[in-house]
C-alpha cells in the first residue's frame, strides 16, 4: 500500500491550494481516504475524511466550509481543495486510508490517528 501527497507549498492568506494522494496497492474503491494534519508542537487533527462505499464525508469544524475531500476513481487519486487558507491552516498535511469506513475509525480515533496507511505528508503553509 502506497499513499503519495503532493500539492503542498506556501500561499497567502485567503488563497487556495488543491492537495493530491495517488494511492496504489489496494482497491481504491473499498477504501476511506482521509487526511490528517499536524502543526508545529500541536497534537495531529483530523481534518478530512471520504468514505468511499458510501459516499459519505467527515470535516473537522475548523475547516468547515472550506476544504472539500474529493476522488477520482480512474486516476486511484483523492483530493484536498482547501479555500479560504488561514494562517492556523499550516501544517504537515498526511492522506491517510482504511478499509474501514471514517465514522467507524472515528468510533475510537476521533482524530482519525486510527487510520491503517499513511502517507509521508507535504507541507502547507500559510503565511504572507
Known amino acids: 500500500v502506497q499513499l503519495v501527497e503532493s500539492g503542498g507549498g506556501l500561499v497567502n492568506p485567503g488563497g487556495s491550494l488543491r492537495l493530491s494522494c495517488a494511492v496504489s496497492g489496494f482497491t481504491f474503491d473499498h477504501y476511506a481516504i482521509g487526511w490528517v494534519r499536524q502543526a508545529p508542537g500541536k497534537e495531529r487533527e483530523g481534518v478530512s475524511c471520504l468514505s468511499r462505499k458510501d459516499g459519505s464525508t467527515y470535516y473537522a469544524d475548523s475547516v468547515k466550509g472550506r476544504f472539500t475531500v474529493s476522488s477520482d476513481n480512474a486516476k486511484n487519486t483523492a483530493y484536498l481543495q482547501m479555500n479560504i487558507l488561514k494562517a492556523e491552516d499550516t501544517a504537515v498535511y498526511y492522506c491517510?486510508?482504511?478499509?474501514?469506513?471514517?465514522?467507524?475509525?472515528?468510533?475510537?480515533?476521533?482524530?482519525?490517528?486510527?487510520?491503517?496507511?499513511w502517507g509521508k505528508g507535504t507541507q502547507v503553509t500559510v503565511s504572507s
Open positions: 491517510v486510508a482504511d478499509p474501514f469506513p471514517c465514522h467507524v475509525v472515528r468510533a475510537t480515533s476521533p482524530n482519525l490517528d486510527g487510520m491503517s496507511f
